[in-house]
């Protein structure tokens, strides 16, 4: 079996170890990992970034670059973060999406209906529809409201 990568990391000062899960690690175990870590550490800490891209490791990242700027390992853990983030913003626009064609939907309009009675055109309705922008969270709440006054469903 060949020697663990988070092995070799040590931390100093720290109430973690490197092998506990990148979650307790504070900031202070994250500049070690970037300054002193290795492929394996560097994994762990980007793994756990994409799994939360807001959460507390991301926001220990965050400023562990502010703090740090370890050559190269920096601009690296600076894309995986960014990487995320626009991951997963474009999985919520994605939700969104699908929620406002539910909303279409059930409201029983047509497009150019329904446009008209959350106060936008055809075009910026489809464009909400196809996720390539998301609508304002007033908007939302306008075409929930107007899906509810019109939902055939509930009658």
């Known amino acids: 079996m060949g020697m663990g990568l988070a092995m070799a990391l040590k931390f100093r000062n720290i109430d973690a170890e490197p092998e506990d899960p990148v979650e307790t690690w504070p900031t202070e175990g994250i500049i070690a ?6 492929l394996g550490d560097w994994s762990r800490v980007s793994a756990a ?3 939360d891209p807001w959460g507390p490791v991301a926001r ?13 390992t920096g601009a690296l853990m600076e894309r995986a973060l960014a990487g ?3 991951e997963a913003e474009a999985t919520e626009r994605a939700e969104v999406a699908r929620r406002i064609r539910g909303l279409l939907k059930s409201s029983g309009l047509d497009r150019t209906s329904f446009a008209e009675a959350v106060g936008t055109s055809t075009s910026r309705l489809s464009t909400y529809l196809s996720g390539k922008v998301a609508p304002a969270s007033t908007m939302l709440v306008r075409m929930e409201r107007v899906a509810g006054m ?3 469903t509930a009658e």
Do not use: C, N
């Not at 220990?60 to 190269?72: F, I, K, N, S």
């Open 84 to 86: 995320a983030r626009s």
């Open 150 to 152: 019109h939902d055939k």
């Open 49 to 51: 970034v994409r799994r």
């Open 60 to 72: 220990r990242l965050e400023d562990a670059l502010t703090a740090t700027r370890p050559y190269g």
């Open 33 to 38: 990992a970037l300054e002193r870590g290795d």
